[in-house]
């Protein structure tokens, strides 16, 4: 047997086992045992490595049975048992880092005869009930094929306009009982109770992912190897949706937009990880978190502080606290800015946390023209008018015309037009046309969600979770409270100050001498 056709253990005491290397594990799950080794707290979890992507139809449930076995000795649980249930998360993870590119289910193990036994185990009714109808929803969605406009129906008819967040077990039990009969109807067979048969579907389903429209595009965008694969790492599911001091968040260890070097923290009280990198969802910074939990903050601050002296790097991480317990889930050097690696090199460098050889690596193609931004200046005539503002998940100054689908954005850049995507919700299936365009707009999402993420990589403005803008789909307009838009019109991001205008607005280049002089130093050049 390959190390990349293997089944390696992760966390749970164990040490990392001879062979495993990102290219077999995938960075996701590397890092994970490599987390798990400093001591900081990650749920166990076992890892089927990127050999297996090459044949998917090779995976059957003797292959990981094993391995299950020893998860449910590392956690005291049992998977499918009604009284004491495991529950499990199902995530992608390739050597090279792909952001949203594949999927990822959470809490598969619970059935009608499972929730019970949560609900026992935790005392949280609502806690079972949520995980219930969030795994129908991205089961059906992932596995089934089913649109997620279906079960966002059943959301909306429930919730009636209510925070989702604070639905009550009643009204949450509802909704799983309304996901369980859209399925059926859609899927044209039940949702499935063998938990052994969720699973296996699970980990078929994120194999298969590597080979998505949007992997695919992403790749080629990228000049990733299509031979590499996927692992699946299968892991003990957390819960940040328990209520009280429980929540996800997504985070990076320093400003990816400006390199400043404080953490930079998206969070969501009583939510799943899944509400904040989706894009479908808008969060808030870590404000809040520090205000009601400051021991976790502090806890947070602490570990990042550990992650970036072993790895050497500003890391994008995820987490997850469940009743005041904080719990690591991934981390990856973190996509950045031209400025923001500047910075973040130079001061990694004074830090002592790399040499200055690495610095000047890092930082040899960056200069005057790659550093220079945007700013808006004084228009001539009127004020420019504000139609709204948004959360700045990448910095710069874009104006285009506002495109609302494929077919615009497409028919827009023909006509030689700059394209601002304007769309409900921060997805990744929408990476082929941010590529096209200039900058994105939504009404939804949070700054750290994973297209938010690929935009900054991309170098593309991009403004988060506008409260003002609104899609009408079948007018096809957008509109700014009394301001109504039809595709084409121009308007203007400003991602340095998270603001939307109406029309084009005149701009000039921002160089940043101070940054400049200290890259010059740092290379030996003269004064630019």
């Known amino acids: 047997m390959t190390d990349t056709a293997r089944i390696y253990r992760v966390g749970g005491g164990e040490a990392l086992e001879p062979g495993a290397s990102p290219a077999a594990l995938g960075f996701k799950a590397y890092n994970l045992a490599r987390m798990a080794a400093l001591g900081l707290d990650v749920p166990p979890a076992f890892v089927l490595g990127t050999g297996y992507c090459a044949d998917p139809g090779s995976v059957a449930v003797a292959t990981w049975l094993d391995a299950l076995s020893w998860l449910e000795k590392a956690t005291g649980l049992r998977f499918g048992d009604s009284r004491r249930p495991l529950l499990l998360s199902v995530r992608s993870g390739a050597p090279v880092s792909m952001p949203g590119m594949m999927e990822t289910l959470l809490n598969i193990g619970l059935t009608d005869e499972t929730l019970p036994g949560l609900i026992r185990v935790t005392g949280h009714p609502r806690l079972a009930w949520d995980a219930y109808r969030r795994l129908i929803a991205g089961y059906g969605e992932v596995v089934a094929g089913i649109d997620a406009a279906a079960f966002e129906e059943d959301l909306d008819a429930v919730r009636q306009g209510e925070d989702e967040r604070a639905l009550d077990f009643a009204a949450l039990r509802d909704l799983a009982q309304r996901h369980l009969a859209t399925y ?78 404080a953490p930079w923290v998206d969070f969501l009280f009583n939510a799943q990880g899944e509400d904040v990198v989706s894009g479908r969802r808008s969060a808030q910074g870590h404000e809040r978190l520090a205000a009601v939990a400051p021991a976790v903050w502090d806890e947070l601050v602490t570990a ?225």
Request: glycine share 10%.
């Open 184 to 261: 059926a109807r859609l899927a044209d067979a039940p949702f499935p109770q063998s938990t052994q048969a969720q699973l296996q579907a699970a980990i078929q389903a994120v194999l298969r992912s590597w080979s998505s429209d949007k992997a695919i595009a992403y790749r080629k965008m990228r000049d990733i190897d299509d031979a590499i694969g996927t692992a699946v790492t299968v892991q003990r599911m957390v819960f940040g949706n328990a209520g009280g001091v429980s929540g996800a968040g997504v985070g990076f260890t320093r400003n990816p937009s400006d390199g400043d070097p």
């Open 304 to 528: 990042t502080k550990v992650l970036e002296r072993e790895f050497g790097d500003m890391q994008d991480f995820e987490f997850t606290v469940e009743n005041g317990e904080l719990f690591l889930l991934q981390t990856r050097d973190g996509k950045r800015t031209p400025q923001a690696a500047a910075r973040i090199a130079l001061d990694l460098a004074e830090e002592g946390l790399i040499d200055t050889d690495t610095a000047r690596e890092r930082t040899r193609d960056l200069d005057a023209a790659a550093l220079t931004t945007h700013v808006i200046v004084a228009q001539d005539g009127a004020a420019p008018t504000v139609l709204g503002h948004g959360a700045t998940a990448a910095t710069g100054v874009a104006s285009g015309a506002a495109a609302l689908d494929g077919a615009q954005v497409e028919a827009f850049t023909a006509e030689g037009k700059r394209v601002i995507l304007v769309r409900r919700n921060a997805e990744t299936h929408d990476v082929s046309l941010l590529d096209a365009a200039d900058g994105l707009l939504t009404c939804h999402g949070a700054r750290t969600s994973h297209a938010a993420v690929v935009a900054r990589q991309l170098g593309k403005v991009c403004l988060v979770g506008c409260d003002a803008l609104r899609i009408d789909e079948q007018a096809g307009r957008i509109s700014f409270g009394e301001t109504h838009l039809e595709p084409g019109a121009l308007i203007t991001l400003d991602g340095n100050t998270g603001t939307v205008y109406l029309g084009a607005l005149k701009t000039e280049d921002n160089v940043p001498k101070e940054l400049l002089a200290r890259l010059d130093k740092l290379h030996g050049r003269g004064a630019a």
